[in-house]
Structure formats: structure tokens, C-alpha cells
């Protein structure tokens, strides 16, 4: 599929006809996202979707969620890796291929760092049909850089919540709820990278949730999706995880939020450069304590969305409902979809629960650890 050229949609919007004020904030929000992002942006890959059975409304965009559950990774995911492969095929070898590791540096750096997912990571090699680019890209190490916006934060009082908004490309969101026991502990999660993770839980009552740090390096380490997913394997809690993430390398700017059951939580700034920095903040979007990308900062409201989720944790009139509820709303919720930043599901983790709530304005898709539907869910995003 050829690639929409977004650099002249600004514009073709303002074409239409537009008032002096909406042409002034279609030059003040959309191009400096294009110019900063659009490299970044490439990268990315997008996926094939099944024709919906409804055409969305002209200029909206559908996105089918699906719930799989697959304890051993079998022919659920292999299907769905079949899939998908084109297309993350495309992204591992955008550059060419010259900056991505051999297989063998791939196999060493797993095992070192990951040791207690080799043998899942070799059953999906296997499912693959073992073809060598597929098992490096499957290594998430070295891969391509990518940017994101998210918002997210840790509840603590009373029973705790991580919540989070995945704010990202509709089209580049695979948007598969995974509940899995690849490594004898049951996890639920938002699927990435093919086994990688974005956010999820696991049965000893860890939530942990990613969100792109702000800086434009990338270097050597592994993709974040499959340190969430390494996360959520071998942790109990967040002291168990802290420990673990000061030993694995992560190749791009990345946050977490991390929160157990008992409601500890941490966050922790990660990425190539730098020693791992963990802080007591239950909140973080899309800088690591302070900004150092401007314009990228600017464009997706990094500092404004982080002092809002502040501002909700210290509300002592807020409910936790409440808390949850806000990310459904401005300036958490993004509805910038034809830019690529809107916001595609908020999500809610219950950790003494064992429990998973993906939210929509209209909708609330309910998933538990131990009562998990395989069932589907069409959203139509609507740009402002």
C-alpha cells in the first residue's frame, strides 16, 4: 500500500474553505508535528485490516479489537503473525537492513538479558516457519526507532489503578488483547510487535504501562514492547521489576509506570545513553522529567497532559472512578486522528483484581485474568 503523503495534507484541508482561525490552527498544530515527526513516522508500520462490515463516516477511521487467548503460543498467533509479517517486515528493513544485528547477535543478547523468554522466543521462531529475518526481528533487538504519545498514572488510595491513553496511528495499532501463561504466569496484555506488549498485567497482581521519552537518540538495547512483556513474565511486584530493568538495555527514550497490588508504584525512565532513572512519581507522558525535544514537545502537550494527571492524583476530592474517567476526557484525550496523535483506547489496570478495563467514550470492554472472552470490538475514531 502506497503511503498517504501527509506532508500536503495540511494543505488540501485548508482548501476546503476554511475560517481564518481553523486554517491558523491547522499551521500551528499539524506542521510542526510533520516536520518533526516525519522520519519517525516512516518507521512505523501499518497494518492490513479486514473490510469493515460498515464503512465508517467520510474522514473517520475503524479499528476492530480482538480478544485471543492462547496459553502456548500455537496457531492463534500464528495466524496472526502470517498477517502481520508484510507489513513488520517493511518497518525491520526500512533502512535497508544494514543497521539490524545478524541472528546470532540477536540470540546472544536474548539470552543474556532475557534468558527466561528463549524458550517461548524460540517456539515462535518455530511458528514463523523459521525464517532467519523474522527471528531477529522477533529479538526486538536493535530494531527501528518509533514515537509515540501517551499519557499515564498510578492510583494508589484505597484499591489500585494504572491507568493510561494510547495516543498512536490508527492504522499502525494491531490492537490485540493477548491473555497468555508463556512462561507459567498468566499475562494480559495490549498486543505490539508481535509478541511485545504496550501495557498489561500479570497474575501476581503487576501492572506496567509504556510511553515513548521524548528524545530522538536510539542505540543499542531491545525494543520496549518486549521488556513489558519480560516485565510481566518473570516480576511479582515493582521492586522485583526495578531490579530487572536496571539490567536490560532498551534502545530507545522510553517511560514506564509500574504498580503492584500493594500499591507501590514507580516510574522509571529508560533508554540508550543512560543509566535507568527511577523516580516516586505515579505519572509521566512524553519526557523524562524534563524536555528535550521541543518541537515534539510542543506539538503533543507533554508538559500539559503530565500536570493534569498530577493534578488528579493530588484531588483528595477524586474518586478513583473518577481518576479513571478523566482520561476520557481533554486534554488526556486526544482526538488529533488525522495527525496520528489521537487517542485510540484508554486502558485500566486492576492489580489486586487481576483485572483489565479498555475504555471508549461509549464503551467499556471488560477482560479478567481468570474470565477472558475471546470477543471483538469495532471503534470508529473521529478526528476533531
Request: glycine share 8%; proline share 8%; hydrophobic share 40%.
Amino acid at each position: 500500500m502506497e503511503e498517504p503523503d501527509l506532508e500536503k495534507l495540511p494543505d488540501w484541508v485548508k482548501s476546503l474553505g476554511l475560517p481564518p482561525e481553523a486554517a491558523a490552527a491547522v499551521d500551528r498544530y499539524w506542521k510542526p508535528v510533520w516536520e518533526t515527526l516525519q522520519d519517525e513516522l516512516k518507521l512505523l508500520p501499518t497494518h492490513a485490516r479486514r473490510p469493515p462490515a460498515t464503512p465508517p463516516p467520510a474522514g473517520a477511521e475503524q479499528l476492530e479489537f480482538e480478544a485471543v487467548e492462547e496459553l502456548s503460543p500455537g496457531p492463534k498467533w500464528q495466524a496472526r503473525f502470517e498477517a502481520m509479517w508484510p507489513a513488520y517486515r517493511a518497518w525491520y528493513l526500512k533502512d535497508g537492513g544494514s543497521d539490524r544485528p545478524d541472528l546470532a547477535t540477536c540470540r546472544r543478547a536474548l539470552t543474556r538479558h532475557m534468558p527466561e523468554l528463549v524458550p517461548a522466543y524460540e517456539r515462535l521462531v518455530e511458528l514463523a516457519g523459521g525464517d532467519e529475518l523474522a527471528a531477529r526481528l522477533l529479538s526486538l533487538y536493535r530494531p527501528p526507532g518509533f514515537v509515540v504519545g501517551c499519557s499515564q498514572g498510578a492510583w494508589t488510595r484505597d484499591a489500585p489503578v494504572l491507568a493510561r491513553n494510547y495516543d498512536y496511528p490508527v492504522s499502525r495499532l494491531e490492537g490485540i488483547v493477548y491473555l497468555t501463561e508463556w512462561s507459567g504466569r498468566r499475562v494480559l496484555g495490549m498486543s505490539d510487535c508481535l509478541w511485545g506488549l504496550l501495557d498489561g498485567i500479570n497474575d501476581a497482581g503487576l501492572a506496567v504501562s509504556l510511553t515513548f521519552g521524548g528524545r530522538r537518540d536510539v542505540g543499542d538495547g531491545f525494543g520496549i514492547p518486549l521488556v513489558v512483556r519480560y516485565l510481566l513474565e518473570v516480576c511479582a511486584d515493582v521492586a522485583e521489576a526495578r531490579d530487572a530493568l536496571a539490567q536490560i538495555p532498551v534502545h530507545a527514550a522510553q517511560n514506564l509506570t509500574l504498580l503492584d497490588r500493594s500499591g507501590a508504584f514507580l516510574t522509571a525512565y529508560v533508554g540508550p545513553g543512560r543509566a535507568p532513572e527511577f523516580r516516586a512519581v505515579a505519572a509521566t507522558t512524553n519526557h523524562q522529567g524534563k524536555v528535550e525535544w521541543p518541537e515534539y514537545a510542543r506539538a503533543i502537550r507533554t508538559v500539559e497532559r503530565e500536570q493534569r494527571v498530577l493534578e488528579l492524583l493530588d484531588d483528595p476530592t477524586l474518586t478513583r472512578d473518577q481518576f479513571v474517567e478523566a482520561f476520557l476526557e481533554p486534554p488526556l484525550r486526544n482526538t488529533e486522528y488525522v495527525q496520528g496523535f489521537g487517542t485510540i483506547y484508554t486502558a485500566a489496570y486492576y492489580p489486586a483484581d487481576g483485572r483489565a478495563e479498555y475504555r471508549w467514550p461509549d464503551f467499556t470492554w471488560e477482560q479478567s485474568l481468570h474470565r477472558f472472552e475471546e470477543t471483538r470490538h469495532t471503534e470508529t475514531f473521529t478526528p476533531s
